[in-house]
């Protein structure tokens, strides 16, 4: 799913056109200047100083549908999402026939949870356009994360059938499937999908966690399947982890119990981290525009040669998933002495020393997948659950925002500048940076 569609600010005429002013009021030449302003400070990622700018062309003009969706789409990238769908509204009621601002609240309904009422904003969509297969698909991704995984399967084979293409639809098909226990099925959307774009690491990973499912009965996990469509690679002799590096039991910050009761509520943030898995390829989840999220996650540019990934990230990711993490710390570290510019490794091999309690190891671990890609907002948002736990609530907020500014569908980057700001509000402390 796009993070939604801006307008261009037309000159204002028609139904737009408020009375005329005195001398010396503001003119409707000041509505565009106010949104330009606005619509070139969003594309800069300064979306508060966005929302000021629209602010002042609807103090001048409060009937522009344009300016209205922008904002709400401004409002969106900052967190508020209840503010943009207020905006949203306003311009429907201006203009109810307008689908750009339908589908954009569409997706602002979905990152809050709700569930019907974007569904409905999809089927209006529908309606209006019965072969839009980009609102099908959408619709498709709020009944996954719904959890009606049988409707969902329904919205992908239609835009599947509307756009053979989509590469996102037969992944997030072949998600649904695992969801039933289809993995054959499921493995084949997947090599639909790789036939259609091979460059996306992600599609590689679902497929490698979908054979390691299919095998789960076993003692063993058969990377026969997985190992035929990776390249072969020379064994790297192993590292040897250094000792961890936490401090005493007694002195963890995350025993604070502020810190532990808010954690205790938000599993989804803290017990489960953004991995390079299913859940993360959808277009809601947590969601990135469409052009971005299907970059490969190694960061490697369009003009790079395809590549398979390395057999250790596949094997450490099915590792991961099956909870086996000291097995799954070792592959990642043999892949990064083959390649230690592979910033996937460096984060999930930070995961999984996480799940040892290793937390500063951990946070080493995102600093140097910052280093290789400084505004990654999965990394991002694993480094602030990390420091989060450490008490390190202001650092921990600075990451969400940085994540939420790259990633404006991010769900974790959103409840975690929540969770910071209710820990700021509860303890009496200040942040390092205001909060918005």
């Not at 609240?105 to 569930?115: E, R, S, Y």
């Not at 002799?237 to 205790?264: C, H, T, W």
């Amino acid at each position: 799913m796009t993070p939604g569609k801006k307008k261009i600010i037309p000159d204002i005429k028609g139904n737009d056109v408020i009375p005329s002013k005195a001398a010396g009021e503001p003119t409707d030449k000041e509505v565009s200047m106010w949104a330009d302003k606005g619509n070139n400070l969003v594309e800069s990622s300064m979306y508060a100083e966005a929302v000021r700018c629209y602010n002042k062309a609807l103090e001048i003009n409060p009937r522009s549908v344009e300016v209205l969706n922008n904002r709400g789409l401004a409002l969106a990238r900052t967190g508020r999402l209840g503010d943009a769908i207020l905006s949203y509204d306003r311009a429907l009621e201006l203009k109810p026939d307008d689908l750009e601002v339908l589908y954009n609240k569409g997706i602002a309904l979905a990152q809050t949870g709700k569930t019907d009422e974007a569904l409905a904003c999809y089927d209006r969509l529908i309606e209006a356009n019965p072969n839009d297969s980009n609102s099908w698909c959408s619709r498709g991704d709020v009944l996954f994360e719904g959890g009606n995984y049988e409707e969902a399967l329904k919205a992908y084979d239609q835009t599947i059938r509307l756009n053979p293409n989509d590469e996102t639809a037969w992944n997030n098909r072949g998600m649904t499937l695992v969801k039933f226990n289809r993995y054959e099925e499921a493995i084949e959307s997947y090599d639909k999908a790789l036939e259609i774009n091979p460059r996306i690491e992600k599609i590689w990973s679902n497929k490698g966690l979908a054979i390691a499912k299919m095998n789960e009965k076993k003692e063993k996990i058969d990377l026969q399947k997985i190992a035929v469509t990776l390249p072969k690679e020379k064994p790297a002799a192993p590292r040897i982890e250094p000792a961890p590096k936490e401090p005493p039991a007694g002195n963890e910050a995350f025993e604070n119990p502020l810190i532990r009761s808010i954690m205790d509520k938000t599993i989804p943030v803290f017990q489960k981290p953004e991995l390079v898995q299913p859940e993360n390829v959808s277009r809601l989840a947590p969601n990135t525009p469409r052009k971005e999220e299907h970059e490969p996650v190694s960061g490697k540019t369009a003009a790079s040669p395809v590549k398979a990934p390395d057999e250790n990230m596949v094997k450490g990711n099915a590792l991961y998933s099956q909870g086996k993490y000291e097995e799954a710390i070792e592959c990642f570290t043999k892949l990064l002495d083959k390649d230690p510019k592979n910033k996937t490794a460096w984060n999930n091999k930070g995961l999984a020393l996480g799940k040892f309690g290793r937390v500063y190891e951990a946070i080493d671990c995102y600093d140097k997948a910052l280093e290789i890609a400084p505004r990654d907002p999965v990394v991002l948002n694993n480094k602030g659950s990390a420091l989060f736990k450490k008490g390190r609530v202001s650092e921990a907020l600075e990451c969400y925002r940085t994540a939420l500014e790259k990633n404006p569908d991010s769900k974790t980057a959103i409840k975690g500048i929540e969770l910071c700001n209710e820990y700021f509000v509860k303890s009496g402390k200040k942040a390092g940076a205001a909060i918005s």
